[in-house]
């Protein structure tokens, strides 16, 4: 028996990159109805929004109405609008990712700044883009089912975790999540009981990460940190079917040696650590950890009041400056535009007390496709200009993406370590070195104890 083919043109937004795709096919006329019904049930269950500000809102509405996840790229909304968005979304039981969301794998698919992560069995959650970069490439050994990027105003009081909530109920129902780690800064108390309580109804193990928070007290299947490295390692330790380890990993010993000869060559007068970064979360981890060991920590998104610069353009003793914060991006993710970091890196060398600048490289799908050589240039630059005026500059960088993203690590660790940049597996390892460097090896026993 013949039949007559109907030829068919379908076309929708690809969930890889956000574009217009279009696929031909032949169909046999009796079954093109259902065909097309199931093709767009399974294909369209998210819908991905890069507009910001009122057609973010429209368009995020009409999203959840008609039944589908959210993921929100762009921002621009009130607290108003994004609670009253995110309480819609929880009342239908679908996801709401964003605003500004930075970085989602979700069923496989990237948004945002995401790396290529093997499938495994860990779901993270987090309020930050590059802690969920950097939890996901610690963790990569095992393997990532879910990134849930929730908007970094999610665990404020006003949103009260709403995202938050609906994407651990979410992993609660994901077959392929066995362990879930939760990345943010702390939260105030009432909300972070509401978080740990619908931690524990998922039944599944959860490691807390609230940066530059206090250790709560263990509770079963509940294990509390407070830094990105102690997350992934206790992470590790509980996919391996461990137990949660009492230690995570300390400076190595061969970097003493490193360090020495690092500080032997600085100038009179070099001793403080200027910290550029593009994610936000690694900025406030880079600052949980030097506050252990330095008096005052100054940054544009401080971890006090009082530790805040006055003039985010210019350094004050040990700064760690943000560049994804608002009042400095501008609407270009750091981790894309390079310039603003370049231009900072040159204003620090000319700073005769700078002794160390510590950096991160963002890499990934959505990121620059090779920030390291930009970086290295301008490294170069940076240590002629102060061993013109008799000093050294030492600097560090640690680079946040797996062998398997489209800039490959490798390629961009190698570029930066013959631009002489001490390349560390970590942020906090990064932050680590950088410390003992500027103590001048004073902090060795405290840092490799």
């Known amino acids: 028996m013949s039949y007559l083919l109907d030829i068919v043109m379908i076309s929708f937004l690809c969930p890889y990159n956000n574009t217009l795709v279009s696929l031909r096919y032949l169909l046999r006329p009796g079954v093109l109805i259902n065909w097309i019904e199931s093709f767009w049930v ?26 589908k996840n959210v993921v929100l790229l762009g921002g621009g909304l009130s607290l108003t609008e994004e609670l009253n968005l995110k309480s819609a979304a929880a009342e239908s039981g679908l996801l709401f990712l964003g605003p500004a969301c930075g970085s989602t794998i979700l069923d496989g698919h990237g948004y945002g700044i995401w790396n290529k992560v093997r499938n495994g069995p860990v779901g993270i959650i987090g309020t930050f883009g590059s802690g969920i970069q950097q939890v996901a490439c ?34 609660k129902n994901d077959p392929n999540t066995e362990v ?62 461990g137990r949660p380890s009492d230690t995570f990993p300390k400076i190595s010993e061969k970097y003493k040696k490193i360090a020495e000869a690092e500080y032997s060559r600085f100038g009179y007068g070099q001793k403080f650590i200027r910290g550029l970064y593009a994610g936000g979360a690694l900025c406030t981890e880079a600052m949980v950890i030097i506050r252990k060991y330095f008096n005052a920590v100054y940054s544009n998104i401080p971890l006090e009041p009082k530790l805040k610069l006055p003039d985010p353009y210019s350094s004050k003793g040990h700064a760690f400056v943000d560049f994804g914060a608002e009042s400095l991006s501008q609407g270009r993710h750091p981790a894309v535009d390079l310039a603003p970091r370049l231009e900072r890196l040159l204003k620090e060398a000319k700073d005769w007390e700078t002794a160390v600048v510590l950096f991160d490289v963002l890499l990934g799908y959505g990121a620059h496709p090779n920030p390291a050589a930009e970086l290295a240039a301008s490294v170069r630059e940076a240590k002629r200009i102060v061993e013109e005026s008799g000093g050294y500059l030492s600097t560090l960088a640690s680079v946040i993406g797996t062998g398997e993203d489209p800039q490959g690590l490798q390629n961009q660790v190698k570029q930066l370590e013959q631009a002489g940049v001490l390349v560390v597996n970590s942020n906090a390892q990064a932050t680590k070195m950088a410390a003992l460097i500027a103590s001048q090896g004073k902090l060795w026993k405290n840092l490799a104890g």
Do not use: H, Y
């Not at 399974?42 to 039944?67: H, P």
């Not at 931690?199 to 079963?220: N, Y």
């Open 180 to 241: 879930i780690v939760l990345v943010s800064r702390e939260p105030v108390t009432s909300v972070q009981r509401r978080v740990v309580e619908a931690a524990l109804e998922t039944g599944k193990p959860t490691v807390f990460c609230f940066l530059g928070g206090k250790i709560l007290r263990p509770r079963p299947k509940l294990v509390f940190t407070t830094t990105l490295e102690e997350a992934a390692w206790q992470t590790l330790s509980l996919v391996g079917g």
């Open 138 to 171: 610690l963790v990569e050994e095992v393997g990532v089912s879910q990134a849930l990027d929730v908007g970094f105003r999610d665990l404020s009081q006003r949103i009260n975790a709403l995202g938050t909530l609906s994407a651990l109920k979410f992993l």
């Open 42 to 67: 399974k294909m369209v269950t998210t819908a991905v929004i890069s507009a910001s500000g009122l057609q973010a809102v429209r368009e995020s509405a009409k999203a959840i109405m008609e039944g």
